[in-house]
């Protein structure tokens, strides 16, 4: 049986230079996969930003997260689906402090398409991997219940985690009736009307670019001046797309990022904490102190206290 619960914990570096996600999903021969992740309560971060090339349907078990596809911000709750198209740059947060646990279906184009180009492949598949073919990027409960998406997504989990015979053909089935589900909203959502996509691919791929400066230079000494460099913007102009791609300053978004590594230095090593302040980027150690207990809630070494008793 196949062990597909997760805790959302560090991982290395889970994504490459460009944020692409390093973790393979699949194999060569069935290039699909499943997740189910609890995130604990003390996790502020519930998705890490990044991206990959397959297709993800992801249901929110239990709790609620304000998700970031693309340009789009909406909050999803139990009971409701992400369809997040491939290659769209993804993030989340925790709302509040309920444990939450969600479970992402992964399929890449190779596991869908024929080796003929069929019918099939033609009017559904290869517009749906082109981001030619829109579905709602949420699925409220309203809508969830005429279309019934996570009871097959349930059983696509099931058949994965036990491995029975045959179970790859199952799966395959279920991914098409899912998709032959969501047929029956596409037509309220055409090809130029999601916003994040066409009209903002440019704005995609500059965002994964400044991602990849933080992640690569987070330990340094960086200006708002550095970053907008980086993307060829005055900083004025940068500060108003970083709060439309992140919601966030600049500054703010380049010190949420740093206290994520540091929370992955306080949970994995027993540095001090002035070391792990150094390491992360902050000018002093009362500044790191500072930003933390802004984020959690609690000083550095009482989330480390905290961390061991739940241990």
Same mark, same amino acid.
């Given at each position: 049986?196949?062990?597909?619960?997760?805790?959302?914990?560090?991982?290395?570096?889970?994504?490459?230079?460009?944020? @692409?996600?390093?973790?393979?999903?699949?194999? *060569?021969?069935?290039?699909?996969?499943?997740?189910?992740?609890?995130?604990?309560?003390?996790?502020?971060?519930?998705? &890490?930003?990044?991206?990959?090339?397959?297709?993800?349907?992801?249901?929110?078990?239990?709790?609620?997260?304000?998700?970031?596809?693309?340009?789009?911000?909406?909050?999803?709750?139990?009971?409701?689906?992400?369809?997040?198209?491939?290659?769209?740059?993804?993030?989340?947060?925790?709302? %509040?402090?309920?444990?939450?646990?969600?479970?992402?279906?992964?399929?890449?184009?190779?596991?869908?398409?024929?080796?003929?180009?069929?019918?099939?492949?033609?009017?559904?598949?290869?517009?749906?991997?082109?981001?030619?073919? #829109?579905?709602?990027?949420?699925?409220?409960?309203?809508?969830?219940?005429?279309?019934?998406?996570?009871?097959?997504?349930?059983?696509?989990?099931?058949? &994965?985690?036990?491995?029975?015979? /045959?179970?790859?053909?199952?799966?395959?089935?279920?991914?098409?009736?899912?998709?032959? *589900?969501?047929?029956?909203?596409?037509?309220?959502?055409?090809?130029?009307?999601?916003?994040?996509?066409?009209?903002?691919?440019?704005?995609?791929?500059?965002?994964?670019? !400044?991602?990849?400066?933080?992640?690569? %230079?987070?330990? @340094?000494?960086? !200006?708002?001046?550095?970053?907008?460099?980086?993307?060829?913007?005055?900083?004025?102009?940068?500060?108003?797309?970083?709060?439309?791609?992140?919601?966030?300053?600049?500054?703010?978004?380049?010190?949420? &990022?740093?206290?994520?590594?540091?929370?992955?230095?306080?949970?994995?090593?027993? @540095?001090?904490?002035?070391?792990?302040? /150094?390491? !992360?980027?902050?000018?002093?150690?009362?500044?790191?102190?500072?930003?933390?207990?802004? !984020? &959690?809630?609690?000083?550095?070494?009482?989330? #480390?206290? *905290?961390? *061991?008793?739940?241990?």
């Amino acid at each position: 049986m196949k062990k597909t619960l997760e805790l959302l914990e560090p991982i290395g570096e889970p994504v490459s230079q460009d944020m @692409k996600e390093k973790l393979t999903h699949g194999s *060569r021969q069935f290039r699909m996969s499943v997740h189910v992740t609890k995130v604990p309560p003390m996790n502020n971060l519930v998705l &890490y930003s990044h991206w990959h090339e397959e297709l993800e349907l992801l249901f929110m078990v239990k709790g609620a997260a304000k998700f970031h596809v693309g340009q789009e911000k909406m909050v999803v709750q139990s009971g409701e689906v992400v369809f997040i198209q491939p290659n769209m740059l993804h993030s989340a947060i925790r709302l %509040n402090q309920e444990e939450i646990i969600f479970c992402a279906v992964l399929v890449h184009f190779n596991f869908l398409s024929s080796l003929e180009n069929d019918q099939i492949q033609q009017q559904y598949v290869f517009p749906l991997f082109l981001n030619n073919r #829109r579905y709602p990027l949420l699925i409220k409960r309203e809508l969830e219940e005429k279309l019934r998406l996570i009871p097959l997504l349930e059983e696509v989990r099931d058949l &994965y985690q036990q491995e029975a015979h /045959g179970y790859e053909m199952l799966i395959k089935a279920r991914m098409f009736e899912v998709l032959c *589900r969501l047929e029956k909203c596409a037509a309220e959502y055409p090809p130029t009307g999601l916003p994040g996509q066409s009209r903002g691919g440019n704005s995609s791929m500059l965002a994964k670019k !400044t991602l990849a400066y933080v992640q690569q %230079n987070y330990s @340094k000494r960086i !200006t708002l001046s550095d970053m907008a460099q980086q993307v060829n913007m005055s900083p004025s102009y940068f500060c108003r797309f970083m709060k439309k791609q992140f919601d966030l300053s600049p500054m703010d978004f380049l010190n949420e &990022y740093r206290i994520s590594e540091a929370v992955s230095l306080l949970e994995t090593t027993d @540095k001090k904490i002035m070391e792990i302040s /150094g390491m !992360t980027g902050f000018s002093n150690v009362n500044r790191f102190t500072e930003m933390f207990k802004k !984020t &959690y809630g609690c000083r550095p070494m009482d989330y #480390r206290k *905290r961390l *061991r008793q739940n241990r």
